[in-house]
């Protein structure tokens, strides 16, 4: 497989583009230039020659300093072949624009098989491998073109040789090859920065002679893989990271970066989890915890195989102990659509409040490619982004880390005066300023990219990430990153005190550390812990004892060697103590005949316990906090251990009988020894029970729903149930003498509930009690197209010019439906036998099915909106009115509006306004469409003096409507797939 590395940003137009294309556009333009005043054979126009010499100003600074810009990770990827050399050579310009130097590396390598003269692909190749931090191909490109003698301009090659042995670490050549074009430069520019590398150089070979005593473990036997790993955070003795790889299984082509957490271990090992925040089909990374770790930061990027990601920060809220609610953007201008956003890091500078966000981003604004940034935090809210511009260069910022107890800002740039690539720097922040910017000594940093420096809190620790030489990957040297770590303090082991029953902190313990020698233990140190914790200092290649003690419980003994190589950073252990032992032996029994009962299920639940602080700690929603179900054939009798200063529930239920249930209580129990209580449930049988699930708009059996069945009188949950994917019923055996309540539930469905009184029947053998309930689906093709109808010439004021009105269709409703026999009584005048019995049938239909049963689904549908909206669907309603042809054109569509606008009003005013703010916001879109009389069938008659046919007629009746029309439903701008227009 082919390994490439890429650049984990994803600049648009920054500085560092610019001087990639310069670089290109500088070694085509002057060799042409070059070459033409060799051979005399073409003359430029002098345009021509001074725009060469402003590019060749730029190529000295732009090509070599393009070599670090940014972090490389490793990934997979296959060369397209080529069907020409100048498709290859268009194919590695085009890699490397896109960040995909490997690549480009590659490319060139396959047109230099071919024309080993070929010098603009030995310059792209070695501006590639720079990029690509593989000087030692750079290195030989160069070496391979002044050998023979290729360059067009000796003095710029050196230079371009010596920034390659400058990056390598390798000053001391690199200063007598800057010292060599200082002499031979014809170019002042080129002659200013040959002078400025050798001041560097200088410097550089000073700052080696003091490096510091400092031991670098590069943890390659514990958290580092060939492949990247970097951006490091220290927090709860873990190790939080990112690292390019594999992640998922049978999946070797699809590299991605995820967050990975590494505890240490007290045995020298390492546990690595990958964390659950991290998303499947995107990129992860960069973690950042708030203060108080109640919000959680991190980056986000879509999966491709080569080139720059772009990222956007995401942001989640603690939901519980280990449980975090759903990511959530943050905002514009934080997250910019064109622009990476990334390497987020929160905190609380000295001597403000609110928290500070840091970021970076190649956003415009900025001072270089990549730029620090930051905002404040208010109650959720972000403040506008602000450039670092303090600390800020030209070139790229990264990597922002704040150290609060120290007030230091840990950050790297390539735009300082460095060893080569990214360093390590930290300034100090003084009374809202940062100060005395400082460069991290050697063996911190290195020629190689040095980022994501990091400090535990106590300052014992420290991490960082570097492609120094020695890191491990696959293949070409100096590519991927590895975290490496460097210890300043002194191991201790810190021992939390529990209760193995329940998991909780033990207090009052006795701790004693014994020391293992060859003469045997030696009791170092025995502590009275009047909380749960205490500490103890260690020393590595020690053997030791911690034993914990209590009143009531089992001692508990820790026996553990402490490694040679340790993390140099406390450690944690919880020991939990054995209480002494209660147990509870239950009898199951018919409740008439007290004779022993079989074949019951016995369920025995954990419900609360009373903590070392006098508060009871209880499950939620009263399901208690454990539970355990045992259905033993041919047995009567259940045995359950117990714990102390504990309650639990037991209920025994069998098919035919009525469950009995009881509590039993550990609270305020001393015994000395194991204890054994009994006690004893007795079942009755009961009436059965009968539920039946219906879908309220179709009226059809409703499968797969969940039944909460509660017993009023004693308010706790008795039972849950689903119907299953074939069945809408549930049957049961209830007790009598009391209430139930019953909730039926189904995603996508509102809920229905219905009450169960036994306390008022008669016990009579072989009884049932039967309930429905019905459930209303929320979607709106469920109810629409809904068409509501209105009486004539109404609503009012009947004149022409008014459209809008504030009456709501309910009130015009009912008054309407109220005329039903007044309109069968006038319709129907002067008709007998089977036309008059069909006339009124006909109308009582009419009314009855669309009058009010149309209202009926309109209420419905008004109902349920509220949950549809809620759950985040973007509906959108057409209103159209009709009218019949009793009127002026102009008239019956002024009639129509009115009539639209009350159904609009209906909307608007629904309990109180509940639908106005989804409205507004377009949540909610309803469009208008009066169509007056034009649309009414031609047979419905016009004629004002013939009331009974144009007014009192079902024909007329039917073309006085307002028809609402489901036009559109999407889901987070993704339209429903199974919502059918109608």
């Given at each position: 497989?082919?390994?490439?590395c890429?650049t984990l940003?994803?600049p648009?137009?920054?500085?560092?583009?610019?001087?990639?294309?310069l670089?290109?556009a500088y070694?085509?333009l002057?060799?042409?230039y070059?070459?033409?005043?060799?051979?005399?054979?073409?003359?430029?126009?002098d345009t021509?020659?001074k725009?060469c010499?402003?590019?060749?100003?730029w190529?000295i600074?732009a090509?070599?300093l393009?070599?670090?810009?940014?972090?490389?990770?490793?990934?997979?990827g296959?060369?397209?072949?080529?069907?020409?050399?100048?498709?290859?050579e268009?194919?590695?310009?085009?890699?490397y624009y896109?960040g995909?130097?490997?690549?480009?590396?590659?490319?060139?390598?396959r047109?230099?098989k071919v024309?080993?003269?070929?010098v603009s692909?030995?310059?792209?190749?070695a501006a590639?491998?720079t990029?690509?931090?593989?000087?030692?191909?750079?290195?030989a490109a160069?070496?391979y073109?002044?050998?023979n003698?290729?360059?067009?301009d000796?003095?710029?090659l050196?230079?371009?040789?010596?920034e390659?042995?400058?990056?390598?670490?390798?000053?001391?050549?690199?200063?007598a090859?800057y010292q060599?074009?200082a002499?031979q430069a014809a170019?002042?520019e080129?002659q200013?920065?040959?002078?400025?590398?050798?001041?560097?150089?200088?410097?550089?070979?000073?700052?080696?002679?003091?490096?510091?005593?400092?031991?670098l473990d590069s943890l390659?036997?514990?958290?580092?893989?060939?492949?990247?790993?970097?951006?490091?955070?220290w927090?709860?003795?873990?190790?939080y990271?990112s690292?390019y790889?594999?992640?998922?299984?049978?999946?070797?082509?699809?590299?991605?970066i995820?967050?990975f957490?590494?505890?240490?271990r007290l045995?020298?090992?390492?546990?690595i989890?990958?964390?659950?925040?991290?998303?499947?089909k995107?990129?992860?990374?960069y973690?950042?915890y708030n203060?108080?770790?109640t919000?959680?930061?991190?980056a986000?990027?879509?999966y491709?195989r080569?080139?720059?990601?772009?990222f956007d920060?995401?942001e989640?809220r603690?939901t519980?102990?280990?449980?975090?609610?759903r990511?959530r953007r943050?905002?514009?201008p934080?997250?910019?659509?064109?622009?990476?956003t990334?390497?987020?890091?929160?905190?609380?500078?000295p001597?403000e409040?609110?928290e500070?966000l840091?970021?970076?981003?190649?956003r415009?604004?900025g001072?270089g490619?990549?730029d620090?940034w930051?905002?404040?935090?208010?109650n959720g809210?972000?403040?506008?982004?602000?450039?670092?511009?303090?600390?800020?260069t030209?070139?790229?910022?990264v990597?922002?880390?704040?150290h609060?107890?120290t007030g230091?800002?840990?950050?790297?740039?390539n735009g300082r005066?460095?060893l080569g690539g990214f360093d390590?720097y930290?300034?100090a922040?003084?009374?809202g300023?940062w100060?005395d910017?400082?460069?991290?000594?050697?063996p911190?940093?290195s020629?190689?990219?040095?980022?994501?420096?990091?400090l535990?809190?106590?300052?014992?620790?420290?991490?960082?990430?570097?492609n120094?030489?020695?890191?491990?990957?696959f293949?070409?040297?100096d590519c991927?990153y590895?975290i490496?770590?460097i210890?300043?303090?002194?191991?201790?082991?810190?021992i939390a005190?529990?209760?193995e029953?329940?998991g909780?902190?033990?207090?009052?313990?006795v701790?004693?550390?014994y020391?293992?020698?060859p003469e045997?233990?030696?009791a170092?140190?025995?502590?009275?812990?009047?909380g749960?914790?205490?500490t103890?200092?260690?020393?590595?290649g020690?053997?030791?004892?911690i034993?914990?003690?209590?009143?009531?419980f089992?001692p508990?003994?820790?026996?553990?060697d402490m490694?040679?190589?340790?993390w140099?950073?406390?450690?944690?252990?919880?020991?939990?103590l054995?209480?002494?032992?209660?147990?509870?032996?239950?009898?199951?029994?018919d409740?008439d005949?007290?004779?022993p009962?079989?074949?019951?299920d016995?369920?025995?639940?954990?419900?609360s316990f009373?903590r070392?602080?006098?508060?009871?700690e209880?499950?939620?929603?009263?399901k208690?906090?454990?539970?355990?179900t045992?259905?033993?054939p041919?047995?009567?009798?259940y045995?359950?251990?117990?714990?102390?200063?504990?309650e639990?529930?037991?209920k025994?239920q069998?098919?035919?009988?009525?469950?009995?249930?009881?509590m039993?209580s550990?609270?305020g129990?001393?015994?000395?020894?194991?204890?054994t209580?009994?006690?004893e449930l007795?079942?009755?049988?009961?009436?059965?029970?009968?539920?039946?699930?219906?879908?309220?708009v179709?009226?059809?059996p409703?499968n797969?729903?969940?039944?909460?069945?509660?017993e009023?009188?004693?308010?706790?949950?008795?039972?849950?149930h689903r119907?299953?994917?074939?069945s809408?019923?549930?049957?049961?055996v209830i007790?009598?003498d009391t209430?139930?309540?019953?909730v039926?539930t189904?995603e996508?469905?509102?809920?229905?509930?219905v009450?169960v009184?036994?306390?008022?029947?008669?016990?009579?053998p072989f009884q049932?009690?039967?309930?429905k309930?019905?459930?209303r689906?929320l979607?709106?093709d469920?109810?629409l197209?809904?068409?509501l109808y209105?009486?004539n010439d109404k609503?009012?004021p009947?004149?022409?010019?008014?459209t809008?009105?504030?009456e709501?269709?309910s009130s015009?409703?009912l008054?309407?439906?109220?005329r039903k026999?007044?309109y069968i009584?006038i319709?129907?005048?002067?008709?007998?036998?089977e036309e008059?019995a069909a006339?009124k049938?006909?109308?009582?239909t009419?009314?009855?099915?669309?009058?009010?049963?149309?209202?009926?689904?309109?209420?419905?549908?008004?109902?349920?909106?509220y949950e549809?909206l809620?759950?985040g669907?973007e509906?959108e309603i057409?209103?159209?009115?009709?009218?019949?042809p009793?009127?002026?054109?102009?008239?019956?569509l002024d009639l129509?509006?009115?009539?639209v606008s009350?159904?609009?009003n209906h909307f608007e005013?629904?309990?109180?306004?509940l639908?106005?703010q989804?409205i507004?916001?377009?949540?909610?879109?309803?469009?208008?469409?009066?169509?007056?009389?034009?649309?009414?069938?031609?047979?419905?008659?016009?004629?004002?003096?013939?009331?009974?046919?144009s007014?009192?007629?079902?024909?007329a009746?039917r073309?006085?409507?307002?028809?609402i029309?489901?036009?559109?439903?999407?889901s987070?701008?993704?339209?429903?797939?199974?919502f059918h227009?109608?």
């Amino acid at each position: 497989m082919t390994l490439t590395c890429r650049t984990l940003w994803w600049p648009r137009t920054t500085a560092a583009a610019q001087r990639s294309r310069l670089f290109i556009a500088y070694t085509e333009l002057s060799r042409s230039y070059i070459l033409a005043q060799w051979t005399n054979r073409s003359r430029l126009p002098d345009t021509m020659k001074k725009l060469c010499l402003i590019l060749i100003s730029w190529g000295i600074m732009a090509g070599p300093l393009a070599a670090q810009k940014g972090v490389p990770e490793r990934i997979g990827g296959d060369l397209e072949r080529g069907p020409s050399l100048k498709a290859l050579e268009n194919r590695a310009r085009r890699s490397y624009y896109e960040g995909d130097y490997f690549g480009a590396m590659q490319y060139y390598r396959r047109l230099l098989k071919v024309d080993a003269q070929n010098v603009s692909a030995w310059e792209g190749l070695a501006a590639a491998a720079t990029a690509h931090t593989h000087y030692a191909t750079a290195a030989a490109a160069y070496e391979y073109l002044r050998t023979n003698r290729l360059a067009a301009d000796e003095a710029l090659l050196l230079f371009r040789l010596a920034e390659i042995r400058y990056l390598s670490g390798q000053y001391a050549d690199a200063h007598a090859l800057y010292q060599q074009v200082a002499q031979q430069a014809a170019l002042p520019e080129l002659q200013r920065k040959a002078l400025e590398g050798v001041r560097n150089c200088q410097w550089a070979l000073q700052v080696y002679q003091n490096t510091a005593d400092l031991a670098l473990d590069s943890l390659r036997d514990y958290v580092n893989t060939p492949f990247a790993e970097y951006a490091t955070r220290w927090l709860n003795n873990r190790l939080y990271y990112s690292a390019y790889g594999h992640p998922y299984k049978r999946d070797s082509a699809s590299p991605m970066i995820q967050i990975f957490s590494a505890e240490p271990r007290l045995d020298g090992s390492i546990a690595i989890q990958r964390l659950d925040i991290n998303e499947r089909k995107r990129h992860t990374a960069y973690l950042a915890y708030n203060r108080d770790q109640t919000a959680v930061y991190y980056a986000v990027a879509k999966y491709r195989r080569s080139g720059r990601l772009r990222f956007d920060l995401l942001e989640r809220r603690r939901t519980g102990e280990a449980s975090w609610g759903r990511p959530r953007r943050l905002p514009r201008p934080i997250n910019q659509k064109e622009y990476t956003t990334t390497q987020p890091y929160v905190c609380v500078l000295p001597g403000e409040v609110s928290e500070t966000l840091f970021f970076v981003s190649d956003r415009p604004g900025g001072k270089g490619g990549k730029d620090i940034w930051y905002c404040r935090i208010e109650n959720g809210r972000f403040s506008e982004p602000t450039n670092l511009a303090a600390l800020n260069t030209e070139g790229d910022d990264v990597s922002p880390f704040f150290h609060e107890p120290t007030g230091m800002l840990y950050f790297s740039s390539n735009g300082r005066q460095g060893l080569g690539g990214f360093d390590v720097y930290r300034a100090a922040y003084k009374n809202g300023d940062w100060v005395d910017v400082e460069h991290l000594p050697v063996p911190i940093n290195s020629n190689a990219n040095d980022v994501f420096y990091s400090l535990s809190e106590t300052s014992k620790l420290a991490f960082f990430s570097s492609n120094r030489e020695g890191a491990m990957n696959f293949s070409e040297e100096d590519c991927c990153y590895d975290i490496f770590k460097i210890g300043m303090g002194r191991p201790e082991i810190s021992i939390a005190a529990c209760d193995e029953g329940s998991g909780e902190a033990l207090f009052y313990t006795v701790m004693t550390l014994y020391e293992v020698t060859p003469e045997g233990p030696v009791a170092l140190s025995r502590v009275a812990v009047p909380g749960s914790k205490h500490t103890f200092p260690l020393q590595p290649g020690k053997s030791y004892w911690i034993v914990t003690e209590k009143p009531g419980f089992l001692p508990d003994t820790l026996r553990f060697d402490m490694p040679g190589r340790l993390w140099e950073e406390s450690f944690e252990q919880r020991r939990c103590l054995k209480a002494i032992s209660i147990d509870l032996v239950v009898t199951v029994v018919d409740a008439d005949t007290l004779k022993p009962l079989t074949g019951a299920d016995v369920l025995f639940r954990t419900m609360s316990f009373l903590r070392p602080d006098g508060q009871i700690e209880r499950g939620e929603g009263g399901k208690g906090l454990a539970f355990e179900t045992r259905n033993e054939p041919g047995q009567h009798v259940y045995r359950f251990p117990l714990r102390f200063q504990h309650e639990y529930e037991l209920k025994a239920q069998r098919p035919g009988y009525s469950p009995d249930s009881l509590m039993v209580s550990t609270v305020g129990l001393t015994p000395k020894s194991d204890t054994t209580l009994y006690r004893e449930l007795r079942l009755r049988r009961g009436l059965r029970l009968d539920v039946y699930v219906f879908d309220d708009v179709l009226k059809d059996p409703l499968n797969d729903v969940t039944l909460t069945i509660t017993e009023l009188k004693m308010p706790r949950e008795m039972w849950v149930h689903r119907t299953g994917p074939d069945s809408n019923d549930y049957h049961a055996v209830i007790n009598y003498d009391t209430r139930y309540r019953i909730v039926a539930t189904k995603e996508g469905y509102s809920r229905d509930s219905v009450e169960v009184r036994t306390d008022d029947l008669p016990k009579t053998p072989f009884q049932s009690v039967e309930r429905k309930l019905y459930l209303r689906p929320l979607r709106p093709d469920a109810y629409l197209p809904i068409t509501l109808y209105f009486d004539n010439d109404k609503p009012g004021p009947p004149r022409l010019g008014v459209t809008r009105i504030s009456e709501q269709f309910s009130s015009t409703y009912l008054p309407y439906y109220n005329r039903k026999q007044e309109y069968i009584d006038i319709f129907c005048k002067g008709l007998t036998g089977e036309e008059l019995a069909a006339a009124k049938h006909d109308i009582d239909t009419f009314f009855e099915r669309r009058v009010k049963g149309e209202w009926d689904r309109m209420r419905m549908f008004s109902e349920v909106l509220y949950e549809m909206l809620e759950n985040g669907l973007e509906i959108e309603i057409k209103i159209s009115g009709f009218a019949s042809p009793l009127a002026s054109a102009a008239y019956n569509l002024d009639l129509t509006s009115r009539r639209v606008s009350s159904v609009f009003n209906h909307f608007e005013l629904f309990e109180g306004g509940l639908y106005r703010q989804y409205i507004r916001s377009g949540q909610l879109k309803l469009t208008r469409e009066p169509n007056g009389a034009s649309k009414a069938s031609k047979t419905v008659s016009a004629d004002p003096t013939n009331r009974r046919l144009s007014v009192y007629s079902v024909d007329a009746a039917r073309e006085r409507r307002v028809e609402i029309i489901g036009v559109r439903v999407t889901s987070g701008g993704v339209p429903l797939p199974d919502f059918h227009r109608r």
